[in-house]
């Protein structure tokens, strides 16, 4: 039996060819990508293609030589027919160039676009040119990428245009808490520009910070460092003024690349801090003209039923506890309000409960260590 040369250029005995032959067809049937071998034409004519090609591009083979006459280029995007041809004839006219390698895009059979990832060699055979190609399925990953980067430009567009500060910063190896990424609303913050708030404060945190907050701060970092958990503080941030604001931040600890990042959220709470010195400021007048008056003054919550003082010796006067739980009826049960007065007493606070915003009455109370009645 004389040899000669199968299609796939091996030269064999037709025994051993056909033992091959078996072999190789079992080998491309399982393969997990496309195998082809094309003629080199204008149309990139399919000759021969395994199972995985088919159901890659969603067709038999049977339907891929009646509707697109065994072509690749009929299942190629048109606006990729010259970039795909241009790289076939530029391997083939340029040996330098090598195998070809590449990505290009196939049209299934119900429409969607199939990414794929090509290698291929030009191989003559009895005087005419071929190309053998594998093809591999990376549609899943070009999505996979295609979505990381929408996540990124999301997570781009909220962080810089957030009004909140965000920083993200690590100790350098000077152990200063260096910030390295400084969003638009932090500079916003700090009535500033982005630019000229990295410039500032880009080398150390620590110089944002009012003087008196630093110790206590850094200690605060440190501590993240060691046990993982988030902090959250209050401290001042210094304005390009001078002037301070003040800002409830959040801290994180990230591993990025084996090193640990800092990522702050910032709040502008100046208003808050305010309003609420103003409130302890009128507090502490309040208990001052209390003081001198003599009165008994009390706060009365209409959800616990708990009555307060901003003098607390006013109501430990009275033996209950601090605060009396349960006001006004344990302060009725434990026998300070005069037996003709209670009944009034009680009205007074459910009126109070019902919504009433003002209630006047006079009632006789107990003083158990002047052993007396007050009116």
């Avoid at 604001?245 to 208003?271: C, M, N, P, R």
Wanted: proline residues 3%; aromatic residues 12%; glycine residues 4%.
């Amino acid at each position: 039996m004389s040899p000669r040369n199968n299609k796939f250029g091996f030269s064999k005995s037709d025994n051993e060819a056909k033992i091959l032959k078996s072999r190789l067809d079992t080998y491309l049937n399982t393969m997990g990508c496309a195998v082809l071998r094309l003629i080199y034409d204008e149309n990139l004519t399919v000759v021969e293609a395994n199972p995985c090609f088919f159901e890659m591009i969603g067709y038999t083979p049977q339907q891929f030589k009646v509707e697109k006459n065994n072509k690749l280029l009929n299942v190629v995007p048109t606006e990729k027919w010259n970039e795909t041809l241009f790289s076939i004839r530029k391997s083939y006219m340029t040996p330098s160039v090598g195998d070809l390698r590449g990505e290009n895009i196939l049209i299934h059979r119900n429409g969607n676009l199939v990414n794929v990832l090509i290698t291929g060699r030009h191989v003559e055979e009895n005087g005419r040119n071929y190309i053998y190609i594998t093809m591999t399925d990376i549609s899943e990953l070009r999505e996979a990428e295609r979505e990381n980067k929408e996540l990124r430009v999301a997570y781009q567009a909220i962080t810089e245009n957030s009004p909140s500060g965000l920083v993200k910063m690590h100790f350098n190896e000077y152990d200063y808490l260096v910030p390295f990424y400084i969003n638009k609303g932090l500079a916003t913050m700090l009535c500033m520009s982005k630019r000229d708030t990295t410039k500032l404060y880009g080398h150390d945190f620590l110089e944002i910070l009012h003087p008196m907050d630093r110790e206590r701060i850094i200690k605060s970092f440190r501590e993240i460092l060691t046990t993982g958990i988030d902090s959250h503080e209050t401290y001042r941030l210094r304005k390009s003024n001078g002037d301070y604001i003040w800002a409830q931040a959040t801290a994180s600890l990230k591993d990025e690349d084996g090193k640990k990042i800092f990522y702050v959220a910032f709040l502008d709470i100046s208003d808050r801090m305010i309003l609420q010195d103003k409130q302890y400021q009128k507090a502490e007048a309040l208990k001052i003209a209390v003081s001198h008056v003599g009165m008994q003054y009390f706060e009365y919550n209409i959800l616990t039923h708990a009555a307060t003082s901003i003098d607390k010796k006013s109501i430990e006067r009275f033996k209950l506890g601090f605060p009396i739980t349960d006001f006004p009826s344990s302060f009725i049960r434990a026998g300070y309000v005069y037996k003709a007065d209670i009944k009034q007493f009680k009205q007074a606070f459910i009126n109070i409960d019902n919504g009433s915003m003002f209630e006047e009455f006079e009632a006789r109370v107990y003083i158990p260590d002047e052993r007396q009645w007050l009116w």
